[in-house]
């Protein structure tokens, strides 16, 4: 049996990182223009997180050339022309105007609608193995959106086998588990033709919703508090870092397939979207794949995060359009499985077992119109439209 030799394996080592801070340095370019960041380069050394003192002290010795000769106290001629957004000068503009967002950047504008998304959920527990994610109207009784329940000790104990299992797969998968630790940008881009400069607001609407997946997934997580298969046994040994959180639902599987809807919902319509919508989703299942031959989950947890993003989808879209109200909640659980169900059982999405056994809300509450995530989902809908 041939062995690597220290230096055969220090070169692999870093090659990987070498692939891996490509990836990150791809996705971070993808943001910086997204974000407006390389418009000018002359703007990039005028504001950061790190200032440039010599450029401060050189434009303030501009400034004082330029107005030698001007009393700046008496000066008014800067106030002379009436404000553009309210066409009065003794006025400011409206209050809380979704309108107002053309003006921010796009870091803003995402802090902005996620947490206006996230502002009207609310988190709770059946006190026993069950997290609840509700729907909190302004006036009226919440309902549950989504209803997630952990499996038990057992049979997180039978889902080692699969997980055993599939590391067999990891010198196979290891180039796309290490590109797909952060979010799948590049290969969402490969299907639905994302770019930077075409579908800014695409990216941008995508990048702002999962900002609040990552949110409510985490929420849940630290609810249920499930542990990593590393923390049942150490033969697991993942081939990246083990995330300091919990496991179920799993993140990658939430957020890959939540986006397959939000791609879906905003290319859907023609016989090329639907075959992009279906590669999304097989995407998704891959990517959630991943994370399981990594050891870093469960398939059950890739399930869980199935069926949440299922109704998170649902929500995001009701809150972008309006008039949607709370139809059904997705139920996720495994506990009524026999003894040694799950054993063998790895997750696909198609499976009964693993999809969502929907219960159906009554009267449910009408979800309310969000004005600023419909301003970016419009402009980002606008980009498919020829």
């Given amino acids: ?9 220090m070169q692999a080592m870093q090659g990987m990182q070498a692939m891996q801070g490509m990836q990150g340095m791809q996705a971070m370019q993808a943001m910086q223009a997204m974000q407006g960041m390389q418009a000018m380069q002359g703007m990039q050394s005028y504001s950061g997180a790190v200032s440039n003192p010599q450029l401060a002290y050189a ?13 700046i106290l008496d000066e008014k001629s800067w106030l002379t022309a009436p404000l553009k957004w309210s066409g009065s000068e003794d006025k400011l503009p409206q209050l809380n105007g979704a309108q107002h967002l053309k003006r921010w950047e796009s870091s803003y504008r995402s802090v902005l609608i996620s947490t206006d998304l996230v502002g009207s959920l609310s988190f709770a ?4 193995d069950t997290a609840l994610v509700n729907y909190r109207p302004a006036n009226g009784k919440p309902a549950t959106l989504a209803k997630l329940t952990r499996p038990n000790r057992d049979q997180f104990v039978e889902q080692m086998n699969v997980v055993f299992s599939r590391a067999k797969q990891r010198e196979a998968r290891t180039a796309e588990i290490l590109t797909q630790t952060v979010p799948q940008y590049a290969y969402w881009s490969a299907i639905c033709n994302l770019h930077p400069e075409r579908t800014p607001k695409t990216m941008e609407l995508l990048a702002t919703l999962l900002q609040f997946v990552l949110m409510v997934t985490q929420r849940v ?3 249920l508090a499930c542990p990593r298969p590393i923390e049942y046994s150490t ?6 870092l083990t995330p300091g959180h919990a496991a179920l639902p799993s993140g990658h599987s939430t957020e890959a397939f939540f986006a397959a809807h939000i791609m879906a ?6 016989e090329s979207g639907a075959r992009k919508e279906s590669q999304m989703f ?3 299942r891959r990517i959630a794949d991943n994370r399981v031959i990594a050891g870093l989950h469960f398939p059950v947890d890739s399930a869980a995060g199935f069926v949440l993003a299922d109704a998170l989808a649902a929500y995001v879209m009701a809150r972008a359009k309006g008039g949607g109200r709370v139809k059904r909640t997705r139920v996720f659980s495994v506990k009524h499985l026999k003894a040694g169900a799950l054993a063998q059982l790895d997750f696909l999405p198609s499976n009964p077992l693993w999809q969502a056994r929907d219960v159906s809300v009554p009267k449910g509450p009408a979800i309310a119109k969000s004005d600023l995530l419909e301003w970016l989902w419009q402009q980002a809908e606008a980009e498919w439209s020829y």
């Fill in 1 to 9: 049996m041939s062995r690597i030799s220290p230096q055969s394996g």
């Fill in 59 to 71: 434009m303030n010795l501009t400034r004082q050339d330029n107005q030698t000769g001007l009393d």
């Fill in 125 to 128: 527990d059946d006190g026993v």
């Fill in 221 to 223: 997580k630290h609810t």
């Fill in 235 to 240: 033969l697991t040994q993942p081939i990246i």
């Fill in 265 to 270: 919902a905003l290319i859907g319509g023609s």
């Fill in 282 to 284: 097989q995407l998704a």
